[in-house]
């Protein structure tokens, strides 16, 4: 599976963007793609889920009410809408599969196969 995320950039505080990621390959060995991101000097922190089968999803409190995660089963691909961007959201996000999940996804990185290149996002005035 390949992954190719897309859509970051720098934005006001406040801002918004809509992130990309589209699957390519193998993509019937999936049915999780999840949202990470890692600023500079700190851990990769898990921002969100979904499944592709069912839509259900997962948030970090950090981003609950402000990203918004949606999929395009047909496109092969996730969307993560960030909205209300803070300085702090600043980090490159990257994207990543997960074969299956018991429940709702996890955020868990460890987790996951397949990974992407990653797309920054800057949040500054």
């Known amino acids: 599976v390949q992954l190719q995320a897309s859509g970051g950039g720098l934005v006001q505080p406040g801002g918004s963007l809509r992130l990309s990621c589209t699957a390519s390959?193998?993509?019937?060995?999936?049915?999780?793609i999840g949202w990470f991101r890692q600023a500079p000097g700190k851990e990769r922190e898990g921002v969100s889920c979904v499944s592709m089968s069912d839509g259900s999803a997962r948030y970090a409190d950090s981003v609950k009410g402000r990203f918004t995660i949606s999929r395009d089963n047909a496109k092969n691909t996730v969307y993560l809408h960030v909205d209300s961007l803070k300085p702090e959201d600043t980090a490159v996000y990257y994207c990543a599969t997960l074969g299956s999940s018991f429940g709702v996804c996890p955020l868990h990185g460890a987790l996951y196969d397949y990974w992407g290149q990653g797309t920054l996002v800057t949040v500054s005035s």
């Open positions: 390959g193998f993509t019937s060995s999936y049915n999780v």
